[in-house]
């Protein structure tokens, strides 16, 4: 093994602390090739997809990279923007106005964000912290609840770094914050305002993306959290029993994953007597392909096609001032240890 020093042996008369965020990764272009390189990435990750690595080569190579980068980009091509994908745009801003919020307490802390998958990369965002003479880091995985697929694939991601590096800074990694009181603060009042400006519907559901069951059983934490973020968020909001249920989106191959599908509740509440849903996704930090098609194009089409009225979408939190609070609230602790108020 050969250790890399991305920092040159400097001795760093000011050691820094750093805030990295880090979300999932989308693609760089809504193009098939472009899909092809993050899918190819993505899909290769074993936290990600749990098979034996060499039929699932073949089926990844000779199947799902030939049909799905076609399907996927096109429909990115319709969530696309002049700033790109939404989600690099909603996670650029979520570090701009945290940096600007965090940095008013503390002038020399560094805030930066990262991709899991495609870019910014995360090996490149973490050569440039050190780089910068970064020796204490805090990494915030946008992912409110806890799965294997997303929080453990960013610390494989960390660790498979850091193995190659001479100097590995202390570390912390924020786990999971899906029943922190500033998030279902800041989800409850997200959802106020949106009724505050549109009014109730008959039933509010809160959407969260997908995993094979088979990871929940194997005891990943994931939709128990998913759950209680729920159930905390209809509480806040004095919902009725009624008035609200959870359901799980994203489906991807022939597999089980958690229940109630989205989809299928959607086609089904037009004929349970909903005739005007609203759908939230609190496990979505920002808004991007899974939100903005998924749900607000083709689960209102199923919903409609069933003989619904009305279906609304409320966005996810993206770069709101409420959504900013949460993050410093849930890294006040971390960094009143760390960080260094100081202005010298
Ligand atoms: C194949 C298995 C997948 C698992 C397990 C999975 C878990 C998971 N994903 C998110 C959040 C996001 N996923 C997004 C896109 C996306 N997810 C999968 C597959 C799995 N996800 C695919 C194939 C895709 C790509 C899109 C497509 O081709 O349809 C996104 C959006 C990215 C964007 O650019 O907009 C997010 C966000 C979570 C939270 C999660 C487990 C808890
Ligand atoms: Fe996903
Ligand atoms: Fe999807």
Redesign the pocket.
Known sequence: MRYQSPHANAVFDQPRTAVLLV?????DAPTPAA?RRY?KE??WDPR??EIPRLPWWLILNLLVLRL?PK??AA??RT?WTERG????FHTQDQCDRLREALQAQYPQLEVAFAMRYGSPSLPQELDRLQAAGVDKLIVLPL?P?Y?G??TGSVVDALGAHFRRRRWVPSLHVVGEYHRHPAYIEALAEQVEQYWARHGRGDRLVFS?????ER?ATAGDP?PVQCHATAALLAARLGLAEDAWQTTFQ?R??KAKWLTPYTDQTMKALPGQGVKHVQLFCP??S?D???TLE?IAVENRGYFIEAGGERFEYISALNAEPRHINMMAAVLAAPLADWADRSHS
């Open positions: 979300n999932l990764g989308t693609p899909l899918l993505f899909l990600v997809v799905r399907r996927s429909a990115y969530v994908s939404p989600l690099l992912y609840q799965s697929s997303t969260f993306h997908g995993v094979p990871y994931y994203s991807f191959g496990g979505f920002a991007c392909l899974e998924e």
